[in-house]
């Protein structure tokens, strides 16, 4: 494996340098925006006197970007503040223009949406709820002012005070996940006739709770969104023939359709896809001998959010991802990987060190925010302490951040979506997900530890396997058993809240796997971290916490991993199932789960995923207690992230 220089990073200084170096030089009009506004925001988060000027520019900007204007020029003097020329940390990515598929356009058509069914004379306040929604507010803006509105810009967090002054507040946002920012905002925000909601939507659903709030609402659906409408098959063949760049030499293919399945999930409803993946499409291509392939054609950030992404993926040199097959302005069609193995139960140790090469690769080539003098210790590190030590300790949770900063100085991302490994036609050790390609920048913030540390859950490894590997790799004596320990306790509180909720039997059963992994990693991990901080820790000691719990103390979902501390655990294990003890436990299961559970094995225990809805678990929840008294030994059944049996060695 090679690669390339490291990726140069998408400081709040390097932008503001830049204009600064471009000024009353043309630039291009959508960057220039997105930088301005990217400013603008790191100015309101840092209460800068000059803020009012960079959203005097950002707006002026907004409005000749939303006339058609594709090159502006930089003003001469931008007076940007002196501290953000300073300021080396990342550019924070809204999620809406650099994850989800919002562009700069959709913001003009919410705005045209307003208009035509709830706009009308008097003043109007357009509040961009940060970070997303102040990327979006000015543009919004500059549209109701072309109408002849009067027309005022401002962004908000929860917390702060807006400025009304008689004005009627539009609050615009990201695509809303639960909604509750909005609404709060939304309630407690003044104004002649309250504050009104725009924003784009995957779903009308995801604004209800708002609507029901009695809040007037006006929403973009994502069938409208200009990322789902360019992977129209009409469209996607205009756009690819016109601004594609392929790779490698010769005459490049034509697109010859989209192909059905769960990758068009933007474009047509696929059961038991996340309506908020990234729009993309899976597409047929014919070659010029007239040969068919497939890819996948994936949308990024067209403006100062892909730079990153249209260099990473062509610099990225690995046979793991799937390989960049072209570049186009807010596209990348890589390589359609389709399983032909998973990895199994025990993957050969030789897969566990190529995936170890391939995230140390990574993460040498992504830019990571260092943690600077002061960072505050994220707040997941001081749930961790306190339940290690039993009580709050600011020494502990000091330690813990200390040693997750390890490999990598950063702060933990609560985005912590599951890789996806397994083997190709070939047996070659492959990946698609969340972290498949350097281009996607949503996991800024996921360390290359945490990442090193989930790799223990994929593989069904150890930590001491991984901290081995590391140690052949980067000598110098560190041990990072201890570090990796707290990466894979940050990973897995995260994780153990995402796991999906939509099940067939196959999804069913690798979710219970990982629910078991995660369970029994972090009961590994927490032991490790307790002894590490047994001379920092102050309070009474915890006893090391054991991996199965007692079915009478189940959590609140059927397959939700927890901290491994508290609860009452299962009593010592007994005399080990004799064979007939064995088979007639796995008949019983066998019997009593059909329709309800799907039995998995994972070693020395049997896991029983539920099947169904989410709603449906409540009913299979009360039935296990039908199989607890149908096993042939009393309080058998356990919990352990996923209800589980345990059976004899010899089973």
């Not at 090159?71 to 989800?100: G, K």
């Not at 950063?410 to 050790?429: I, M, Q, S, T, V």
Request: proline share 10%; glycine share 8%.
């Amino acid at each position: 494996m090679t690669t390339c220089t490291a990726v140069t990073p998408l400081t709040v200084g390097r932008l503001a340098r830049d204009l600064t170096a471009r000024a009353g030089q043309p630039v291009c009009a959508l960057r220039f925006y997105e930088s301005l506004a990217a400013l603008w925001t790191a100015a309101c988060d840092t209460h800068l006197p000059g803020a009012r000027h960079l959203e005097e520019m950002t707006c002026r900007a907004a409005r000749q970007l939303a006339a058609g204007e594709d090159t502006l020029t930089a003003p001469r003097y931008p007076r940007i503040p002196n501290r953000l020329m300073r300021d080396e940390s990342l550019v924070r990515l809204p999620a809406s223009l650099a994850v989800q598929g919002v562009e700069w356009q959709d913001a003009i058509t919410l705005a045209s949406t307003w208009l035509e069914a709830r706009g009308g004379p008097g003043p109007v306040l357009v509040a961009g709820v940060r970070t997303g929604g102040a990327y979006l507010a000015p543009l919004v803006a500059a549209q109701l002012e072309a109408s002849g509105l009067d027309v005022a810009v401002a962004s908000i967090r929860p917390g702060e005070e807006l400025q009304v002054e008689g004005r009627r507040v539009l609050l615009v946002d990201d695509p809303p996940l639960t909604g509750r920012t909005l609404l709060s905002l939304a309630q407690d925000l003044p104004g002649p006739t309250g504050a009104e909601v725009l924003v784009p939507v995957f779903d009308d659903a995801d604004v209800q709770p708002i609507r029901e709030a009695g809040i007037a609402v006006t929403v973009l659906p994502r069938e409208r969104w200009q990322s789902t409408r360019r992977l129209a098959p009409e469209t996607l063949t205009a756009y690819l023939a016109a601004e594609t760049g392929w790779q490698g030499a010769g005459r490049p293919p034509v697109l010859d359709g989209l192909v059905p399945g769960r990758q068009n999930s933007a474009l047509a409803p696929w059961p038991g896809v996340r309506r908020r993946s990234p729009a993309k499409a899976a597409v047929r291509l014919r070659t010029p001998d007239g040969g068919l392939r497939t890819a996948v054609a994936g949308w990024i950030p067209p403006g100062i959010f892909g730079d990153a992404a249209r260099t990473t993926a062509t610099s990225l040199r690995s046979p793991v991802p799937p390989a960049t097959v072209a570049v186009a302005p807010a596209l990348v069609v890589s390589e359609d990987l389709t399983p032909s193995a998973p990895l199994g139960p025990k993957p050969s140790p030789h897969h566990l060190e190529e995936a170890i090469d391939y995230v140390l690769a990574r993460a040498r080539q992504l830019p990571v925010e260092a943690a600077g003098r002061g960072t505050p210790i994220p707040a997941v590190l001081d749930q961790l302490a306190k339940a290690v030590t039993g009580s709050h300790s600011t020494a502990a949770a000091a330690r813990l951040h200390h040693l997750l900063s390890a490999l990598a100085p950063a702060l933990p991302d609560h985005r912590c979506e599951a890789e996806k490994w397994f083997l190709d036609a070939a047996g070659r050790l492959r990946k698609t997900g969340h972290l498949t390609h350097a281009y996607r920048r949503d996991n800024e913030l996921f360390t290359p530890l945490i990442d090193l540390a989930a790799l223990t859950i994929a593989f069904g490894s150890t930590l001491e396997a991984v901290a081995e590997s590391l140690a052949r790799r980067l000598p110098g004596g560190r041990t990072w058993q201890a570090a990796l320990a707290v990466a894979l306790l940050c990973y897995g509180t995260a994780r153990g809240t995402q796991l999906p909720r939509t099940y067939n039997p196959q999804r069913a059963a690798e979710t219970a796997l990982e629910a078991y992994r995660l369970q029994r990693g972090m009961s590994e991990a927490a032991g490790l971290v307790q002894q590490v901080l047994a001379d920092t820790a102050t309070g009474r000691p915890v006893a090391a916490p054991r991996v199965v719990h007692r079915w009478a103390r189940p959590p609140g979902a059927l397959v939700q991993p927890r901290l491994p501390f508290g609860g009452t655990p299962a009593p010592e294990a007994g005399p080990a199932l004799s064979g007939p003890e064995t088979q007639l436990a796995l008949t019983t299961v066998e019997r009593w789960a059909q329709g309800r559970f799907h039995p998995v094995r994972e070693g020395k225990v049997l896991l029983l995923a539920p099947l169904g809805a989410l709603s449906a678990w409540p009913q299979a929840q009360n039935a296990l207690a039908e199989l607890g008294r149908l096993l042939p030994r009393l309080e058998l059944l356990g919990w352990c992230g996923v209800p589980v049996v345990p059976l004899s060695e010899a089973a």
